[in-house]
């Protein structure tokens, strides 16, 4: 008989909290059925510890605690999500500036003449295989990173380092004529 009071205070406590945990949680994740599934969450958690819990434990608060904890997790998890796309927006912000300034700043006689290919083509040549090709996939084939990283079978980030290897390496050899 205990158990069916146990069940029939929990449906109680669970019919009158429920919608207002629910308004809660929307209030700060904005999204009716995350805050659903957290108050739901916290409702089970609470069934399933009651047992554990100190007798003096409020089954209000303790259920409201859970889902603070899991609105404030949810928040933080969207805070990183938005720093990262940041830092990627950017990140192609600057590669954008830099691929505008350096083609404004380009000048076709400049690149033709007989020294300056001398020491580009000598530059590339002494850097390893796997570089010279991957920077020549890119900047003679036109080939952007991600067709360079699945030609190659390698990650973007690979792309990347091996093509700013021979740029920073072009650039010590030409540094003369910069």
């Not at 739901?40 to 859970?66: C, G, Q, V």
């Not at 990140?91 to 083609?103: D, F």
Request: contains cysteine; aromatic residues 12%; neutral net charge.
């Amino acid at each position: 008989m205990e158990r069916y009071s146990d069940i029939q205070a929990f449906n109680q406590l669970f019919n009158e909290y429920y919608s207002r945990f629910v308004r809660f949680a929307v209030g700060y994740v904005k999204d009716k059925s995350v805050a659903e599934d957290f108050a739901s969450e916290a409702f089970t958690s609470y069934w399933e510890n009651r047992k554990d819990l100190s007798p003096d434990t409020n089954p209000l608060a303790y259920i409201m605690t859970i889902i603070k904890n899991k609105c404030l997790n949810h928040l933080q998890h969207q805070q990183v999500q938005q720093r990262v796309a940041s830092a990627l927006r950017d990140h192609s912000e600057w590669m954008l500036r830099t691929k505008i300034s350096t083609l404004e700043a380009c000048d076709p006689d400049f690149f033709f003449s007989g020294e300056i290919q001398q020491i580009i083509d000598s530059t590339l040549n002494q850097l390893p295989k796997k570089t010279r090709r991957i920077f020549l996939m890119s900047r003679v084939e036109g080939l952007s990173y991600n067709v360079i990283a699945v030609k190659m079978d390698l990650s973007q980030k690979s792309v990347e380092y091996h093509i700013s290897k021979a740029l920073d390496l072009l650039r010590d050899s030409l540094k003369d004529f910069m």
